[in-house]
C-alpha cells in the first residue's frame, strides 16, 4: 500500500519567509509525528499527534514553529520568520497508534538562505 | 530521559563478511526498541522492533537483534553484508510504555568494500 508521503521534497526559502511543509500518513494511521534531522543534532522529535490532538508538543524548538493535523489525516508543519539554523531534513512518520512501529516518509529538505 | 549510543560513528567491512552493529540505551523500564535504515536522500526504513517477548528478533533483508536487558544492549546482526547494506543505520528507544516520541542515537554509517 502508500506509505507516508510528504510535500515538497525540496524547499529553499529567504530568510524571515514562512514555509509549510505537509504529510500524508498512511491511511488508518491514527498517530502522527514530525521529527527534524540535521548534522549538527541529529533526528530529533518535534511534535506528536493523536488524531487531530497533540498531546506532546515538547520537541518544538521555540514558538516559530507549529503544526496541526486535520480531519485524522494530513498535517501541516509551519515554520514562520525562518531563520539559517532551521537548514534540516524534515521528516515525518505514522503509525497505527502510539503502540506501534513508526514508518517514515523520505522527508522535506528546508534550505534557509 | 531516555538516550541511546551508538558507539560507532563508521564502520567498514568486506561484502560477505559478518556485521554487528552496537547500540546502547539508557532507560529505566522496559524499552521499544527499533533499528532503522537510512540511505542517501531517503526517509528511515524500518528494519526491526522489539517490544517484549523472546529477546532475539528477526527483521527485513536478513538483519537480527538481540534485547539484553543485563547489558542495557540492542545490537544489530547480520551474518553475510551485500554491497547494497551501505548505508545509516539508526538504533532508537520509545517511552514508557508506547512507541511514540523516539529518541535516536547518532547514528553508524556503514560502508561495504567489494
Known amino acids: 500500500g502508500a506509505g507516508v508521503s510528504q510535500s515538497p521534497s525540496n524547499k529553499v526559502t529567504e530568510k524571515g519567509k514562512d514555509v509549510e511543509l505537509r504529510c500524508d500518513p498512511i491511511?488508518?494511521?491514527?498517530?502522527l509525528y514530525w521529527y527534524r534531522q540535521s548534522l549538527g543534532q541529529g533526528l530529533e522529535f518535534l511534535i506528536y499527534?493523536?488524531?487531530?490532538?497533540?498531546?506532546?508538543k515538547s520537541g518544538l524548538p521555540s514558538d516559530r514553529f507549529s503544526a496541526e493535523r486535520t480531519g485524522g489525516s494530513v498535517s501541516t508543519l509551519t515554520i514562520q520568520r525562518t531563520q539559517q539554523e532551521d537548514s534540516a531534513v524534515y521528516l515525518c512518520?505514522?503509525?497505527?497508534?502510539?503502540?506501534?512501529?513508526?514508518?517514515f516518509g523520505p522527508g522535506t529538505r528546508l534550505t534557509v538562505t | 530521559a531516555q538516550s541511546v549510543t551508538q558507539p560507532d560513528i563508521h564502520i567498514t567491512v568486506s561484502e560477505g563478511a559478518s556485521l554487528e552493529l552496537r547500540c546502547n540505551y539508557s532507560?529505566?523500564?522496559?524499552?521499544?526498541l527499533f533499528w532503522y535504515v537510512q540511505s542517501p536522500g531517503q526517509g528511515l526504513q524500518l528494519l526491526l522492533k522489539?517490544?517484549?517477548?523472546?529477546?532475539l528478533v528477526q527483521g527485513i533483508k536478513g538483519f537480527e537483534a538481540e534485547f539484553k536487558r543485563s547489558q542495557s544492549s540492542f545490537n544489530l546482526r547480520k551474518p553475510s553484508v551485500h554491497w547494497s547494506d551501505a548505508a545509516e543505520y539508526f538504533c532508537?528507544?520509545?517511552?514508557?510504555?508506547?512507541?511514540?516520541?523516539?529518541?535516536f542515537g547518532t547514528g553508524t554509517r556503514l560502508q561495504v568494500t567489494l
Open positions: 499527534f493523536q488524531g487531530n490532538s497533540a498531546p506532546d
Open positions: 491511511s488508518g494511521h491514527t498517530a
Open positions: 532507560y529505566g523500564a522496559t524499552p521499544y
Open positions: 512518520a505514522s503509525s497505527r497508534d502510539r503502540m506501534h512501529e513508526q514508518y
Open positions: 522489539y517490544f517484549s517477548g523472546d529477546t
Open positions: 532508537a528507544v520509545g517511552t514508557t510504555g508506547t512507541a511514540s516520541k523516539l529518541t
